[in-house]
């Protein structure tokens, strides 16, 4: 099996930054992409941002120009830089591993932005 370690969630006032991170370990895997999703209260999971073993990137509309996502193929870790936050970005944020053969999900963490 594989375990998501993911770290960076906290309080932060609105256009303050956060950096989230996520690193994988256990079982040997080739890795396709890692992900992040977050979910708010009352509403559905939503992607927010992903990037490919190849590096291309994929952002949801609402935080094009405010989150960057990037790995590090060494350490199998994905993280997201979060700046200019909103209170809009309030949610749990969750990492996501895909392989060959299964997807993994992180415990997620909490972001909260609030003055």
């Known amino acids: 099996q594989v375990q998501l370690v993911e770290s960076g969630g906290g309080l932060v006032q609105p256009g303050g930054s956060l950096r989230l991170s996520c690193a994988a370990s256990?079982?040997?895997?080739?890795?396709?992409?890692m992900a992040w999703y977050r979910e708010a209260p009352g509403k559905q999971r939503e992607l927010v941002a992903l990037?490919?073993?190849?590096?291309?990137?994929n952002y949801a509309d609402s935080v094009k120009g405010r989150f960057n996502i990037s790995k590090d193929k060494y350490k199998n870790a994905v993280y997201l830089q979060m700046d200019s936050l909103l209170p809009e970005d309030t949610a749990v944020y969750y990492c996501?591993?895909?392989?060959?053969?299964?997807?993994?999900w992180g415990q997620g963490t909490q972001v909260t932005v609030s003055s």
């Open positions: 996501k591993l895909t392989t060959r053969t299964a997807d993994y």
């Open positions: 990037i490919r073993v190849n590096g291309d990137t």
């Open positions: 256990g079982s040997r895997f080739a890795m396709y992409g």
